[in-house]
T-cell receptor
Framework: GDSVTQMEGPVTLSEEAFLTINCTYT??????LFWYVQYPGEGLQLLLK?????DKGSNKGFEATYRKETTSFHLEKGSVQVSDSAVYFC????????????????FGSGTQLTVLP | DTGVSQDPRHKITKRGQNVTFRCDPI?????LYWYRQTLGQGPEFLTY????????KSRLLSDRFSAERPKGSFSTLEIQRTEQGDSAMYLC?????????????FGPGTRLLVL
């Protein structure tokens, strides 16, 4: 079945440092790939997504590129801020066998990011 | 803001009691998902509705769990005879099922603690 392997945390960085969180996946077909972020006490928020190979998703300074050849979707940010402290989840959604098929998300285990001032 | 809402946000119950959670999706969304998230883990899929039809259920969804989505609007998730292992965050997500372009939007979750 589908699976997502995510860089284990926690990750602690100083403000303005470069961030990379690795994510690799196993899936049949052509999944869509997502990064969600969860701030303390809150639900999941969509950070960015990519729906086909070589697509780059970007939002709030974060970027990730859908690499089919390496089955990866690594999250990067050039300069992190204290407000980026949260748990980051990589996820995939299967392509489904028909338009009515469920496309539930399969998540990685999450990476806790702490950014220190 | 007309995002996904869930009620209650927190629920403490004693083992053996029944609990029911409600999810109100984004109004035009035809798909609704339930997930369960335990501490330190990513969410795991429980069940899925397209409009009012429950089309898929995970093996995680034991016979004690039941979900409904009458009239294809809000959904309820009921857990009967709760066990301590049911303690988790229960998340609801909704989406507009455009083929190949689906994005799920999550509610804030209901945190359940079974004593």
């Amino acid at each position: 079945g589908d699976s997502v392997t995510q860089m284990e945390g926690p990750v602690t960085l100083s403000e303005e440092a470069f961030l990379t969180i690795n994510c690799t996946y196993t899936a049949t077909g052509y999944p869509s790939l997502f990064w969600y972020v969860q701030y303390p006490g809150e639900g999941l928020q969509l950070l960015l997504k990519a729906t086909k190979a070589d697509d780059k998703g970007s939002n709030k300074g974060f970027e990730a590129t859908y690499r089919k050849e390496t089955t990866s979707f690594h999250l990067e940010k050039g300069s992190v801020q204290v407000s980026d402290s949260a748990v980051y989840f990589c996820a995939l959604s299967g392509s489904g066998v028909s338009s009515g098929s469920a496309r539930q998300l399969t998540f990685g285990s999450g990476t806790q990011l702490t950014v220190l001032p | 803001d007309t995002g996904v809402s869930q009620d209650p946000r927190h629920k403490i119950t004693k083992r053996g009691q029944n609990v029911t959670f409600r999810c109100d999706p984004i109004s035009e969304h035809n798909r609704l998902y339930w997930y369960r998230q335990t501490l330190g883990q990513g969410p795991e899929f429980l069940t899925y509705f397209q409009n009012e039809a429950q089309l898929e259920k995970s093996r995680l969804l034991s016979d004690r769990f039941s979900a409904e989505r009458p009239k294809g609007s809000f959904s309820t998730l009921e857990i009967q005879r709760t066990e301590q292992g049911d303690s988790a965050m229960y998340l609801c997500a909704s989406s507009l099922g455009r083929y190949g372009q689906e994005t799920q939007y999550f509610g804030p979750g209901t945190r359940l603690l079974v004593l």
